[in-house]
């Protein structure tokens, strides 16, 4: 019988490499040493950063601006070699100045107004008043007020007087004002002198008088309030007296 495979047929295979398998030991070491190399890296990277921020922003806070927009120099910014965001900075720091100088002159503007406006409204009642023929006769306290100013201490009173009746003579006589000052649980009632000194503002009119000043007190004192009284010449009584509070 003829054998089917010849005696001695080679058989061909692959070559087979042999390897040792990582323990799984290894294998965490080898972990743990890439996460250390990547994290290093990271924290490097992050530093890195970290530090040209924060030289920037002392470079504009601190050395430039000296925590102060306002004190902007462009000269200064310039040796920076920013040019672009100094020009920036500079036109930005202009437009809110020339924004603050517009709030101030607005206010003032408005200020003024508001005070004018009173003035007008004060004088049309007054006149509508004369007008509508309800002036007692004899000699009245139309108006007195007494208002703090926008200064510190400085008050501004204001006086007006009428006299009615159909033919009134001319009233001549005179004007006290005395404030009553108050510090701390004291009080002092003193009064307020013309510019030359005298106590008694000599008034002579027919029909309207109108009396207007200011006076300043000093710092740590207040105003309770301040007191006319009206004289006639030759008259040591007073014919009228009346009391303002000061008001804002």
Request: charge should be positive; hydrophobic fraction near 35%; proline fraction near 4%.
């Amino acid at each position: 019988m003829k054998r089917i495979f010849p005696k001695n047929t080679p058989f061909f295979s692959s070559r087979v490499v042999v390897r040792s398998y990582p323990s799984w030991r290894y294998r965490i070491v080898v972990i743990l040493i890439s996460c250390l190399v990547l994290f290093s890296l990271a924290w490097g990277m992050f530093e890195a950063g970290k530090q040209s921020r924060n030289g920037l922003a002392e470079d504009f806070t601190e050395e430039k601006f000296d925590h102060n927009l306002l004190s902007y120099d462009p000269a200064v910014c310039r040796q920076t070699k920013r040019q672009q965001l100094c020009t920036e900075m500079g036109e930005l720091i202009h437009q809110v100045q020339i924004h603050n100088t517009a709030n101030e002159n607005l206010l003032k503007q408005i200020k003024t107004l508001t005070y004018e406006n009173d003035q007008l409204k004060e004088k049309m009642i007054f006149f509508q008043h004369l007008m509508s023929g309800n002036s007692k006769n004899g000699i009245s306290i139309y108006q007195f007020q007494l208002k703090e100013t926008e200064t510190p201490g400085k008050y501004r009173y204001a006086l007006t007087l009428t006299q009615g009746g159909k033919r009134p003579s001319d009233f001549k006589g005179r004007v006290r004002l005395y404030v009553t000052l108050s510090q701390n649980v004291e009080t002092k009632t003193v009064p307020i002198v013309t510019r030359d000194s005298k106590v008694d503002f000599p008034i002579d009119f027919r029909f309207l008088y109108r009396l207007e000043d200011s006076f300043k007190i000093p710092e740590g004192i207040s105003v309770k309030n301040i007191q006319v009284q009206i004289y006639e010449n030759n008259d040591s009584k007073a014919l009228l007296t009346q009391t303002a509070q000061p008001i804002l």
